[in-house]
Each structure stands twice: as structure tokens, then as C-alpha cells.
């Protein structure tokens, strides 16, 4: 049974920290491209970082400079630190796992919400 499941998030303040985790399990965590995507309210989820299993890693421009993604492969757990909050970064973060070879074996997390306070 695959399981992703986010933990770290939380209330802020602007210009406040958090780091989300993602721990994965049922997985060859190793061969999967893992995301954050960020999900609001009358808003569609989008993709806010996003690290292959190569380690490249691509950021959303409302965000680089501020967030890193990482992984670590002998845990199956993926990171997103997150600095300098802004309220805009408000939302419910997503982890999301795909299988280099094949795309369609796709698994999702359920969230886990962060709020920024102006």
C-alpha cells in the first residue's frame, strides 16, 4: 500500500519559516520525481517545487529564492524549507510522487495546510 504523508505545517507569521515534510512508504521512493504543489481557495493546485530523481530541481518563479526542495533517499522522505513567508503562500501543500518510467503510477498525499499572517 502506497502512503505519502506531509507533516510541518502550521501558522506563521510573514517572513517566518516552516519546513514540510513528505515521508513515502509502499514506494521505490529512489525512482520517483517528487512535488509540492499548493492548493487555495477558487485557486487551481499548482506546482510550487519540484525535484526529479536525478536531484534536478525546478521552482515556481513565486517562490525561488525563498524555498528549497530536498530529498533524502534513505529515509523515502522529501523536504520543501520554506523562508521569508508571505501571505500569498497560504494554502494546503501537497506532496506528490511519479514514477520516472512510468508517469501514470502517480500517488498523492493529503496536505497539510499553511497559513501566513500578515
Known amino acids: 500500500q502506497v502512503q505519502l504523508v506531509e507533516s510541518g505545517g502550521g501558522s506563521v507569521q510573514s517572513g517566518g519559516s516552516l519546513r514540510l515534510s513528505c515521508v513515502t512508504s509502499?514506494?521505490?521512493?529512489?525512482?520517483?520525481?517528487i512535488s509540492w504543489y499548493r492548493q487555495t481557495p477558487g485557486k487551481q493546485r499548482e506546482l510550487v517545487a519540484r525535484?526529479?530523481?536525478?536531484?534536478?530541481?525546478s521552482y515556481d518563479d513565486s517562490v525561488k529564492g525563498r524555498f528549497n526542495i530536498s530529498r533524502d533517499n534513505a529515509k523515502n522522505t522529501a523536504y520543501l524549507q520554506m523562508n521569508n513567508l508571505k501571505p500569498e503562500d497560504t494554502g494546503i501543500y501537497s506532496c506528490n510522487a511519479e514514477n520516472q518510467n512510468r508517469p501514470s503510477y502517480t500517488y498523492w498525499g493529503h496536505g497539510t495546510q499553511v497559513t501566513v499572517s500578515s
Open positions: 525535484i526529479r530523481s536525478g536531484r534536478l530541481v
Open positions: 509502499g514506494i521505490n521512493f529512489s525512482i520517483y520525481h
